[in-house]
């Protein structure tokens, strides 16, 4: 049936913003560029949008457009000489997309979604970059919609592109999922990809805006996807589990007019059980043990998910799970994160000895969280100068708008 222009564009973008992830995977896996595969893609959305209008859509709009890359993915290997060893070693005819014969390895995963994410956030790319291209690629945003998420020019963000697929060309980086010792690492960047995307949502690093829950939205799909590709790899599960519960809570984050609300004021009937639901059932699938990183965090933010009231909270097993967590990965931030759930346990002044001990780290010394806690633990012990300094130091570190009203609010009533 003939739709009007308008409706075949609204249909062809709704479909090529789900289906686009895969058909660049489908596309780079004939071609083994994710630029060109991108670019394929483009031009099976610019076919729809010329023949949707006069032939109707399709009873499967997503296999079209899959079926109209791959076939001009194969037309521009045939026509290519430099790629006629590529074609014979994916052994595809225009009749014939059917997968590459690969060796024989029985960890090998034949995905071409999850090709496209270990492409995407390879070590040899910068982070910045693994973001943006992660973005683009999986997650379909645009390059406007990135730079507004991060709060960068387009051009910076387009460039940023542009280059990743240049460096992962010239590195002759191969679109395939690694093996053994390989892929635990590249695994790891990953992880580490997603993990970041769901962070500038949750607690944005800059602007006006606390939270930007679309980026948390696009980083948990990511997670949800790569849980679903990679069933029996605990830390994958344990990210999906972590940031499911910490999206449970953006809710009540903010206040009516966007300001922060600190978890101990929080109104938890606000919490999405749902979420947390789904993020105790994936902590569970992550297996009983022993935790990688990921999913020892999610088992902290499962402490916090399954107490009723703030005073209700386990802050000694937090803190022990703080303990692990250091043991795992060191770091002086997991350090002062454990210091907060010591202070709850074991009363402020245990915890003021252990971050004094962290002021003189080079990581934090423009890490605006290290002075709010030990304002808010100075203010515990009825230390309100040092506090009030405390705070204001916080608050000339912070690049958020709404932190800074925060800190420069409390700073304000330590004071009284």
């Given amino acids: 049936m003939a739709v009007t222009a308008a409706g075949a564009t609204a249909t062809v ?135 507004r998420a991060f709060l960068a020019a387009e051009s910076t963000v387009a460039q940023r592109i542009v280059r990743a697929k240049r460096s992962l060309a010239k590195a002759g980086v191969h679109f395939e999922v690694p093996y053994g010792e390989d892929r635990a690492a590249r695994l790891g960047s990953v992880l580490d990809v997603i993990y970041l995307i769901f962070n500038e949502g949750y607690s944005a690093t800059a602007g006006d805006d606390l939270v930007r829950p679309a980026l948390c939205e696009d980083a948990l799909r990511l997670a949800r996807v790569l849980a679903a590709l990679m069933p029996d790899e605990s830390e994958v599960h344990g990210l999906a589990a972590l940031l499911e519960i910490q999206a449970s809570r953006i809710p009540a984050r ?41 999913a020892v965090q999610a088992a902290i933010a499962a402490c916090h998910a399954r107490a009723v009231r703030y005073e209700d909270t386990d802050w000694a097993m937090i803190a ?32 003021l000895a252990l971050v004094d001990a962290l002021t003189d780290e080079p990581a934090l010394k423009d890490y605006h969280l290290l002075p709010s806690v030990r304002g808010d633990l100075l203010a515990r012990l009825g230390r309100r100068d040092e506090a009030r300094a405390e705070f204001e130091r916080a608050a000339s570190l912070t690049r958020n708008a709404r932190e800074r009203e925060l800190l420069l609010a409390r700073a304000a009533d330590t004071a009284r």
């Fill in 254 to 294: 903010t206040g009516p007019l966007g300001e922060p609300v600190l978890l101990g004021d929080q109104n938890r009937t606000k919490w999405n059980r749902l979420l947390i639901r789904r993020g105790i059932e994936a902590l569970h699938r992550a297996g009983g043990g022993p935790y990688g990183p990921y």
């Fill in 320 to 351: 022990a799970l703080y303990g692990k967590l250091a043991a795992l990965t060191p770091s002086p931030v997991v350090e002062l994160n454990r210091a907060v759930a010591v202070s709850m346990a074991d009363g402020p002044e245990a915890a």
């Fill in 13 to 147: 973008e709704a479909v090529f913003r789900i289906e686009s992830a895969r058909i660049i995977a489908g596309a780079a896996r004939i071609v083994r560029d994710v630029g060109i595969a991108e670019e394929l893609a483009q031009d099976a959305l610019v076919a729809a949008l010329e023949q949707w209008p006069e032939s109707g859509v399709p009873d499967r709009p997503g296999a079209w457009l899959m079926a109209t890359a791959k076939h001009r993915a194969i037309d521009l290997v045939r026509r290519k000489e430099t790629y006629a060893r590529k074609l014979a070693e994916v052994g595809r005819t225009l009749e014939d997309v059917g997968p590459p014969v690969e060796p024989s390895d029985p960890e090998d995963i034949d995905d071409d979604l999850l090709r496209l994410i270990f492409t995407a956030c390879h070590p040899v790319l910068s982070t910045d970059a693994r973001i943006a291209l992660t973005l683009k690629l999986l997650g379909g945003l645009t390059t406007e919609e990135i730079a």
